[in-house]
């Protein structure tokens, strides 16, 4: 029975199933002898930092020693120095270890060619839609997907003759927020362009609202594409140019490549699965074969940029509850969250302090 490791951080508070999906449909199709072990953290979407440092925890858990495989899920870890951590653990272990999605030098790779799929978006903006000013929205500069979709952005402008201006280029993260944020910051520096090339489609979707909060829209005034064809992309309204994969194609590749290096016939050192291009409303281009849409899911949509409260947290989460957990007055309390701007409405005899708790 051969063990592999998972290491993988979920996604605001989306898991990653497909992972295992993909674990699934490879058993189902082989006559293989493997355990999937999966070390699965929430370490990036609390403000609680004392909370992200225990969830990222979860990482540290597993002795890659007795494994026979590790698969590497770390595009959307957080914090750099723990990536370097797990990625040196990783080498050091001398057990074969795939990276998942990103490619990262000394490891092997299973995900998509990022490069190839940016670069027809970009090309198909110019060339089929006349966009001379394309602005790029991406996310953590140290993030390895990201840098290949931003270097495929630069190589397209400059083949067509386009100037790279670096002003027209802003990195954060891979939320809505980042969408939103950073058309504000265009708007006000003057620098609209004829396009939005977004790194995912959680950033275009915080343009698209963005933009029309501030009275434009889409494709009308600009164009706006997305990556990772998630449902914000095709139920959303203008559905959102996008680039579509499997998460799933992408494990069982994983699975498939271990069982050659396990063999001894690995002849690659990375291996793509394939994506598709669609192409929507948000470029300007008629949707094909489009799913149907219901306004709740827009507002499901919607809902992920106004669900978060003052202080970043969730209403009603856990989050709050940490929060809570962490402080030793409620006057703490309140000055750690969206409370202090309430209190000032009550009278002062409704609120009594003390080390762990209140008394009426």
């Keep these: 029975m051969k063990k592999i490791a998972l290491i993988t951080d979920g996604w605001g508070r989306y898991v ?29 979407f609390s403000m609680d930092e004392k909370h992200n440092a225990g969830e990222y925890n979860i990482a540290r858990l597993p002795d890659f020693s007795e494994f026979d495989g590790i698969l590497l899920d770390l595009a ?19 057990i074969p270890a795939i990276s998942l999605l990103e ?27 006349g966009c001379r000013t ?59 362009p004829d396009a939005f090339v977004c790194v995912n489609d959680n950033t275009a979707v915080g343009v698209c609202l963005a933009a029309k909060e501030a009275g434009y829209s889409i494709p009308g005034d600009f164009l706006v594409t997305g990556f990772d064809n998630e449902d914000k992309a095709s139920y959303y309204e203008p559905r959102i140019t996008t680039v579509g994969f499997s ?41 094909q074969n489009p799913p149907d849409r219901g306004e709740y899911v827009i507002k499901r949509i919607v809902a992920e940029r106004y669900a978060k409260l003052d202080d970043g947290s969730e209403p009603c989460s856990p989050g709050l509850c940490r929060i809570h957990r962490a402080c030793r007055t409620y006057a703490e309390l309140a000055d750690k969250t969206w409370l202090r701007k309430y209190l000032s409405v009550y009278e002062p005899r409704y609120l009594y302090e003390r080390k762990y708790g209140c008394t009426a």
């Excluded at 799933?248 to 994983?254: F, G, K, V």
């Design 134 to 192: 394309l602005n790029f929205i991406g996310g953590p500069e140290f993030n390895r997907e990201n840098q290949l979709r931003f270097k495929a952005y630069r190589d397209a402008l400059l083949r067509h003759g386009i100037p790279f201006e670096e002003q027209r280029v802003i990195h954060h993260n891979y939320e809505i927020e980042t969408g939103i944020q950073a058309f504000s910051t265009f708007k006000e520096k003057n620098l609209l």
């Design 76 to 94: 959307t870890v957080s914090q750099p120095d723990l990536i370097a951590e797990i990625i040196e653990r990783a080498k050091l272990s001398s």
């Design 247 to 287: 998460k799933a194609d992408i494990m069982e590749n994983a699975l498939l490549m271990l069982e050659k290096i396990w063999n001894g016939n690995a002849e690659e050192t990375y291996i793509y699965a394939p994506f598709t291009y669609v192409f929507q409303e948000s470029c300007g281009c008629v949707s």
């Design 103 to 129: 490619q990262i030098p000394g490891l092997y790779h299973s995900g998509i060619d990022n490069y190839e799929a940016i670069s027809r978006i970009v090309e198909h903006l110019i060339t089929e839609h």
């Design 16 to 44: 990653t199933y497909t992972w295992i999906q993909g674990y699934r449909n490879y058993m189902a199709a082989h006559q293989s002898d493997m355990d999937l072990y999966i070390f699965q953290s929430f370490g990036n």
